[in-house]
């Protein structure tokens, strides 16, 4: 194993990966930085943790839309369109509208408001 420092939002980590996959890790990095370097720009959420949530929901939808545009790309042609998740203005972070089906809006709310509740106690501390 190999290890490389590297730094995602200002902050350094000392990370390891098999040997002959550190291209691929410090794209994996990069990903991430600039997933929470565009939530931190955006100025709606100040607490790291809460970013690195958003960031963490964002790419993994970007995944599961990847993922289900695969087959559905074969039969239509169509690309797929890219949802993200992003704090509304306000106390609270909520996300933007992301899927058209009214239940999956309703679960990831309801997923982003206990996020929201298990991380209140690190926003006092900032």
Known sequence: ????????????????????????????VERVDSAMTRIRDAGKVRSRERIAVLAALNLAFAIADREAAAPAAGKSGAPATRQTIAPAAGATARPASLLPADDEQHHLQMLVRRLDQALAADSRLL
């Open 1 to 28: 194993m190999k290890q490389i420092e590297v730094q995602i939002l200002q902050q350094s980590y000392l990370l390891s990966c098999p040997e002959g996959h550190e291209g691929r890790l410090l794209d994996a």
